[in-house]
T-cell receptor, first 115, second 117 residues
Framework: SAVISQKPSRDICQRGTSLTIQCQVD?????MFWYRQQPGQSLTLIAT?????????ESGFVIDKFPISRPNLTFSTLTVSNMSPEDSSIYLC????????????FGQGTRLTVV | AQKITQTQPGMFVQEKEAVTLDCTYD???????LFWYKQPSSGEMIFLIY??????QNATEGRYSLNFQKARKSANLVISASQLGDSAMYFC??????????????FGSGTRLLVRP
């Protein structure tokens, strides 16, 4: 199993500003992911955070809006840039071992409100 | 493209009774994995149970069991002896492996379960 520390747990931000969310894992992991959960909705994958290279973004998400860093196998950041109220969501970091029959572990989530 | 369908937006169950949460999936892959997660109001995602497509036995984890019917492409979660703490959102998910070896989970829309005392 993996223990994930995600910070901040919640924040209220002004529109037009940016917020960086941190995800720290207690062990080296192959795969790290960032998800968005809009109010009352399911989880949608934003991107796969690749160690040492650019993140792989899903359709509808772009690097300029959601820049991601992954400097090593235990840490990643997601920045929500130039925020608008539509960005109000829960953002979740997730890690997987890459083995097909193992579960994904999630951080506690960052509850973001943009005013 | 793979798809996960949860047709029950909300469910009620009486404390100590069993409840079944429905999940159907659509995939052309032969090898896949199915997961159930619980999300309390705090927002964290708690892993409950996993079923592999080649597993012949239905998965069980304590009070949770997965009714896997491969031909019908369904993977329903059964919670036995419901407790008040089971009140939460429940998500069914399927692991997708892309042609480029990319890896991701596809989530259903979720079912909100409320356990009545």
């Amino acid at each position: 199993s993996a223990v994930i520390s995600q910070k901040p747990s919640r924040d209220i931000c002004q529109r037009g500003t940016s917020l960086t969310i941190q995800c720290q894992v207690d062990s080296q992991v192959t795969m790290m992911f960032w998800y968005r959960q809009q109010p009352g909705q399911s989880l949608t994958l934003i991107a796969t955070a690749n160690q040492g290279s650019e993140a792989t973004y899903e359709s509808g998400f772009v690097i300029d809006k959601f820049p991601i860093s992954r400097p090593n196998l235990t840490f990643s950041t997601l920045t929500v840039s130039n925020m608008s109220p539509e960005d109000s969501s829960i953002y979740l970091c997730s890690v997987e071992s890459g083995q097909p029959n193992t579960e994904a572990f999630f951080g506690q989530g960052t509850r973001l409100t943009v005013v | 493209a793979q798809k996960i369908t949860q047709t029950q937006p909300g469910m009620f169950v009486q404390e100590k009774e069993a409840v079944t949460l429905d999940c159907t999936y659509d995939t052309s892959d032969q090898s896949y994995g199915l997961f159930w997660y619980k999300q309390p109001s705090s927002g964290e995602m708690i892993f409950l149970i996993y079923q592999g497509s080649y597993d012949e036995q239905n998965a069980t984890e304590g009070r949770y069991s997965l009714n896997f019917q491969k031909a019908r492409k369904s993977a329903n979660l059964v919670i036995s002896a419901s407790q008040l703490g089971d009140s939460a959102m429940y998500f069914c998910a399927m692991r997708e492996v892309g042609m480029d070896s990319s890896y991701k989970l596809i989530f259903g829309s979720g079912t909100r379960l409320l356990v009545r005392p």
